[in-house]
């Protein structure tokens, strides 16, 4: 194992400290550690450094796809000799079964399946089974039943140039581990055969290996690029991963239908004794229906609600995971801690609700149950040395000790200084929007952006056009504005196209917008959720990244929250102010490029325009599908960047094209 960590800068300000007492804690075997690191002071480039040095095996789990997104990009950066992959849902969309008695609507399972992101998901595992150099970034469908690592291992088959295997029997057992024989181009998880050669997609890769047979012996192999044809390379043996992770070999399988079949007549007997003749049907049906589609093609629609009989569990034990890929010695690194764990801990009693609806109602066994996420205790279990990292953990990381500060930040900027202002009218004073505005016209003759965070989105709606009334350039930006639309303002508001950008709480994490000089906090004495210590703290620190950064609290009282957030930002600020006096820092705010990342997805809109046109002009069928193939291949090239909001755009495009077919 050999982590090598390459980066154009030295750790600097805090992180080399911070790196070192990390490093210290993980090797006198702390369980749990915690690095604070205030917003701007790098936290993720510390734990690269951590990771370098410690040279484990390493979880990253973020709280959403975007933000894993982000993070699996900067760990490629730093580390692109090494594995590191991204492991999400595979959902572009979800709709889990369920059932409302009340107006007894049953909602059965949709899903729309992201091959591309199945792919990395399959990359990720073996990678875990094959090298031990390896980081996953994963949200927190980590903690979901994913199949046993061990049969997912032991099925692999490895293919030797000159071993005996026909082409007979390879297909036999590619269809076996679930791949699909095709005749047409090949995608991940298919295969074809050809004359003496079977082709094959693995389920992980995006090449081709084509086997050249001689009799009964394999001749040779080559991998080769899919679209161009191009040999990559002629390796003398090759290991092809089953194309799912549930995997059951035959005598599990034989076991798994008895068990089931023994638990289908214990329910039975069960709703006929309560006198639920509809639902004792309801469940007859449905098992019935799975167990013959099991025992003749190994599988079935919701086949991961039969997995503790498939895996050989006992009733209410915990599922494998992708954890479970990992082995007994590795680091898992929780990134935004006082969101994530939060959300890791609630994620078991959602799913079991929704359940048990079912399992009463008979759409389901009661084993359904064991196909479930980990409870939080399973998660802590299995989970090792722990590096949480957020700029304001939450009293459970908190609780841990074993704190480890960022506070001072390689650019040597400072927290920004803090005002507290009214909000109600008195005297002369006209009240907190009037003062904004005041405040607001001030920063934009200085050429500063203005962000304003209100309490509900109809507030920022007619805040952002009351400030249009009064000459100001304002928009407002909450959870209803699509993604798209969302990027878009924010290059403009970087831009300078506008200089206010009022929000809720869509603008308390993940922004990083260095032209912000200015943020006012309106309402910021109504205690609750978006008036935490934590969201305050998190909100202020969006102008930490600009030298002249101040924040404006408008408050008629100091509640409890705020007297934290303004004592942890007042220590901060003392903190770097002693520590640039002593080295002779002066602070710069940071320069960021503006990626101009719309530019894609507007040329995408383009084509999609020039793909109506060039339909409207009569293309054949064969012309169609071979430009949605090529679509296809662009929109999967652009998962691999992570780039998915062009990849949507040419997932649309692509649809546009079959649906006249």
Same mark, same amino acid.
């Given at each position: 194992?050999?982590?090598?960590?390459?980066?154009?800068?030295?750790?600097?300000?805090?992180?080399?400290?911070?790196?070192?007492?990390?490093?210290?804690?993980?090797?006198?075997?702390?369980?749990?550690?915690?690095?604070?690191?205030?917003?701007?002071?790098?936290?993720?480039?510390?734990?690269?450094?951590?990771?370098?040095?410690?040279?484990?095996?390493?979880? /990253?789990?973020?709280?959403?796809?975007?933000?894993?997104?982000?993070?699996?990009?900067?760990?490629?950066?730093?580390?692109?000799? %090494?594995?590191?992959?991204?492991?999400?849902?595979?959902?572009?969309?979800?709709?889990?079964?369920?059932?409302?008695?009340?107006?007894?609507?049953?909602?059965?399972?949709?899903?729309?399946?992201?091959?591309?992101?199945?792919?990395?998901?399959?990359?990720?595992?073996?990678?875990?089974?094959?090298?031990?150099?390896?980081?996953?970034?994963?949200?927190?469908?980590?903690?979901?039943?994913?199949?046993?690592?061990?049969?997912?291992?032991?099925?692999?088959?490895?293919?030797?140039?000159?071993?005996?295997?026909?082409?007979?029997?390879?297909?036999?057992?590619?269809?076996?581990?679930?791949?699909?024989?095709?005749?047409?181009? $090949?995608?991940?998880?298919?295969?074809?055969?050809?004359?003496?050669?079977?082709?094959?997609?693995?389920?992980?890769?995006?090449?081709?290996?084509?086997?050249?047979?001689?009799?009964?012996?394999?001749?040779?192999?080559?991998?080769? =690029?899919?679209?161009?044809?191009?040999?990559?390379?002629?390796?003398?043996?090759?290991?092809?991963?089953?194309?799912?992770?549930?995997?059951?070999?035959?005598?599990?399988?034989?076991?798994?239908?008895?068990?089931?079949?023994?638990?289908?007549?214990?329910?039975?007997?069960?709703?006929?004794?309560?006198?639920?003749?509809?639902?004792?049907?309801?469940?007859?049906?449905?098992?019935?229906?799975?167990?013959?589609?099991?025992?003749?093609?190994?599988?079935?629609?919701?086949?991961?609600?039969?997995?503790?009989?498939?895996? =050989?569990?006992?009733?209410?034990?915990?599922?494998?995971?992708?954890?479970?890929?990992?082995?007994?010695?590795?680091?898992?690194?929780?990134?935004?801690?006082?969101?994530?764990?939060?959300?890791?801990?609630?994620?078991?009693?959602? =799913?079991?609700?929704?359940?048990?609806? $079912?399992?009463?109602?008979?759409?389901?066994?009661?084993?359904?149950?064991?196909?479930?996420?980990?409870?939080?205790?399973?998660?802590?279990?299995? /989970?090792?040395?722990?590096?949480?990292?957020?700029?304001?953990?939450?009293?459970?990381?908190?609780?841990?000790? %074993?704190?480890?500060?960022?506070?001072?930040?390689?650019?040597?900027?400072?927290?920004?200084? $803090?005002?507290?202002?009214?909000?109600?009218?008195?005297?002369?004073?006209?009240?907190?929007?009037?003062?904004?505005?005041?405040?607001?016209?001030?920063?934009?003759?200085?050429?500063?952006?203005?962000?304003?965070?209100?309490?509900?989105?109809?507030?920022?709606?007619?805040?952002?056009?009351?400030?249009?009334?009064?000459?100001?350039? !304002?928009?407002?930006?909450?959870?209803?504005?699509?993604?798209?639309?969302?990027?878009?303002?924010?290059?403009?508001?970087?831009?300078?196209?506008?200089?206010?950008?009022?929000?809720?709480?869509?603008?308390?994490?993940?922004?990083?917008?260095?032209?912000?000089?200015?943020?006012?906090?309106?309402?910021?004495?109504?205690?609750?959720?978006?008036?935490?210590?934590?969201?305050?703290?998190?909100?202020?620190?969006? !102008?930490?990244?600009?030298?002249?950064?101040?924040?404006?609290?408008?408050?008629?009282?100091?509640?409890?929250?705020?007297?934290?957030?303004?004592?942890?930002?007042?220590?901060?600020?003392?903190?770097?102010?002693?520590?640039?006096?002593?080295?002779?820092?002066?602070?710069?705010?940071?320069?960021?490029?503006?990626?101009?990342?719309?530019?894609?997805?507007?040329?995408?809109?383009?084509?999609?325009?020039?793909?109506?046109?060039?339909?409207?002009?009569?293309?054949?069928?064969?012309?169609?599908?071979?430009?949605?193939?090529?679509?296809?291949?662009?929109?999967?090239?652009?998962?691999?960047?992570?780039?998915?909001?062009?990849?949507?755009?040419?997932? =649309?495009?692509?649809?546009?094209?079959?649906?006249?077919?």
């Amino acid at each position: 194992m050999n982590f090598k960590l390459k980066a154009q800068w030295a750790p600097a300000g805090d992180q080399p400290s911070a790196i070192a007492k990390l490093c210290r804690g993980l090797a006198s075997a702390k369980k749990h550690l915690t690095l604070l690191g205030v917003t701007g002071s790098g936290k993720t480039f510390t734990i690269a450094n951590v990771i370098a040095q410690i040279e484990k095996p390493t979880l /990253v789990i973020a709280h959403n796809k975007t933000l894993a997104a982000q993070l699996a990009q900067e760990y490629k950066e730093f580390f692109p000799e %090494n594995a590191v992959h991204y492991f999400v849902s595979y959902y572009d969309y979800y709709q889990p079964e369920a059932y409302m008695p009340i107006t007894d609507t049953y909602i059965e399972k949709d899903a729309s399946i992201n091959q591309e992101i199945e792919r990395l998901r399959h990359a990720s595992t073996q990678a875990l089974l094959t090298r031990k150099d390896v980081i996953i970034v994963a949200s927190v469908s980590c903690i979901y039943g994913l199949g046993s690592p061990g049969e997912y291992e032991k099925v692999n088959l490895r293919l030797d140039v000159g071993k005996t295997f026909s082409r007979q029997v390879l297909a036999r057992k590619l269809v076996n581990i679930f791949y699909e024989r095709t005749n047409a181009d $090949l995608s991940p998880g298919q295969f074809r055969a050809v004359g003496n050669t079977v082709e094959v997609m693995p389920a992980s890769e995006s090449l081709v290996y084509q086997i050249f047979f001689d009799g009964d012996k394999i001749e040779q192999i080559e991998n080769l =690029d899919p679209v161009s044809r191009r040999i990559i390379k002629t390796p003398e043996s090759i290991f092809i991963f089953p194309a799912k992770h549930f995997i059951t070999d035959k005598n599990t399988q034989k076991r798994a239908l008895v068990s089931i079949k023994t638990e289908l007549n214990t329910q039975l007997k069960r709703f006929e004794k309560e006198g639920k003749l509809l639902e004792a049907e309801r469940i007859k049906r449905r098992t019935n229906y799975d167990l013959a589609m099991i025992k003749e093609v190994g599988y079935c629609s919701g086949i991961e609600n039969y997995s503790r009989h498939l895996s =050989d569990r006992e009733a209410g034990s915990a599922p494998d995971t992708l954890l479970s890929y990992f082995g007994d010695d590795f680091l898992t690194v929780i990134d935004e801690s006082h969101v994530t764990v939060s959300q890791i801990r609630g994620m078991f009693a959602g =799913d079991e609700s929704r359940k048990k609806v $079912l399992i009463e109602h008979g759409f389901r066994l009661p084993s359904a149950l064991d196909n479930r996420p980990l409870r939080f205790t399973e998660f802590e279990e299995r /989970v090792g040395q722990v590096i949480y990292t957020s700029a304001t953990p939450g009293d459970y990381e908190l609780g841990k000790g %074993n704190i480890v500060e960022q506070v001072i930040r390689p650019t040597g900027l400072i927290d920004p200084t $803090l005002d507290i202002r009214p909000i109600r009218v008195s005297g002369k004073y006209q009240g907190q929007v009037q003062d904004l505005i005041n405040e607001s016209e001030n920063a934009v003759r200085k050429g500063e952006r203005v962000i304003v965070t209100t309490l509900t989105k109809k507030m920022a709606e007619d805040l952002s056009e009351f400030l249009k009334g009064r000459k100001l350039k !304002a928009e407002y930006l909450h959870s209803e504005i699509k993604t798209l639309e969302r990027i878009k303002i924010l290059r403009e508001f970087r831009q300078g196209k506008f200089d206010v950008l009022v929000g809720v709480n869509l603008l308390r994490e993940g922004l990083d917008l260095p032209e912000v000089a200015l943020i006012g906090i309106l309402d910021a004495d109504k205690e609750g959720f978006l008036r935490s210590e934590t969201s305050l703290i998190q909100t202020i620190g969006r !102008a930490a990244r600009n030298v002249n950064g101040r924040v404006i609290l408008y408050a008629d009282i100091i509640t409890g929250s705020m007297k934290a957030a303004i004592s942890e930002t007042e220590r901060r600020r003392t903190t770097q102010l002693a520590y640039n006096k002593k080295h002779g820092i002066t602070p710069k705010s940071i320069a960021k490029e503006i990626k101009d990342i719309m530019e894609g997805v507007e040329n995408e809109r383009e084509k999609i325009a020039r793909t109506e046109v060039a339909l409207a002009g009569q293309l054949s069928y064969k012309e169609r599908m071979k430009l949605a193939k090529h679509k296809e291949r662009e929109m999967n090239a652009a998962v691999r960047e992570l780039d998915f909001e062009t990849a949507a755009i040419l997932r =649309d495009e692509i649809k546009l094209l079959q649906s006249h077919a």
